[in-house]
């Protein structure tokens, strides 16, 4: 990144304008311990804006539990305009586990994965709406726009997305410029939906760099070693897959001879 200061401005003054134009009273991050969240709660600091941060564990590993806590500490001690609450996800997502009807689908655990996101969707659209806030999303372009990684109406579901338009690799090098905790950019990335704690790679089948290289050179196929070959064969699998996520909902567009 070239100019690292240039790009934070330019965000701050976006969600800042934002905030203003749509008379709204703040905005609420969700923070989960990871480089993205940690650099979006950042950047909404900056705005001036009233910033509610949560943190909302389910089963969390302790790990990224610390971080947060970590983080929201660091934030509280440079910008007053930042509060902070813990809704602890635990118990809601064990009643809602235990009405659903035992299912051996081999996709019963990602659906489980996608309700814990979900889950915080609704706390944060809770907090959103009592205190008249929006929701910052904390996807980046290599999720948002790559490979579709997130879950629709989950971390997908969203007001505004200020570092949907930052690689992976432009996350770091920002967050690094905003000297955030360096336990947080050293973190493994980790989206932490899973009981087993599988991280973001184990997932994908590929690093962020790697997908990040193969989402910048999609539409080349010379001079690539064995390894290029397969992770852009998992960018394109995964692009594929995940097109519903990504693309706007499809409308059924009546005739107007029908009409």
């Not at 009273?25 to 941060?53: R, W």
């Not at 035992?102 to 706390?123: G, Y």
Request: net charge negative.
């Amino acid at each position: 990144m070239k100019y690292p200061k240039k790009v934070s401005e330019h965000i701050v003054s976006w969600i800042d304008n934002y905030i203003n134009k749509s008379g709204v009273k703040g905005i609420v991050v969700g923070v989960s311990g990871g480089v993205d969240s940690a650099l979006t709660s950042t950047l909404c600091a900056e705005t001036g804006q009233n910033v509610l941060c949560l943190e909302m564990p389910i089963y969390q590993n302790k790990d990224q539990v610390s971080r947060s806590k970590m983080h929201i500490d660091w934030l509280k001690s440079k910008y007053t305009n930042v509060s902070s609450k813990q809704i602890e996800l635990d118990k809601t997502f064990e009643s809602f586990v235990s009405s659903l009807p035992n299912s051996s689908s081999e996709n019963h655990e990602l659906s489980l994965a996608n309700t814990r996101s979900r889950l915080r969707m609704v706390t944060l659209y809770y907090f959103s709406a009592l205190n008249h806030y929006i929701v910052a999303g904390t996807g980046n372009r290599v999720e948002d726009f790559g490979i579709g990684f997130y879950t629709k109406y989950g971390d997908g579901g969203v007001d505004i997305s200020p570092i949907a338009d930052l690689l992976k690799s432009e996350v770091f090098s920002l967050a690094k410029f905003h000297n955030i905790i360096g336990e947080i950019i050293d973190a493994e990335p980790n989206d932490g939906l899973w009981s087993d704690n599988r991280s973001d790679e184990d997932q994908i089948g590929a690093s962020y760099d790697e997908i990040e290289k193969a989402m910048i050179n999609s539409d080349e196929n010379v001079n690539l070693s064995q390894r290029e070959k397969e992770v852009l064969k998992i960018y394109r699998s995964f692009n594929t897959a995940n097109k519903h996520k990504m693309d706007p909902i499809p409308v059924c567009k009546i005739p107007k001879k029908y009409l």
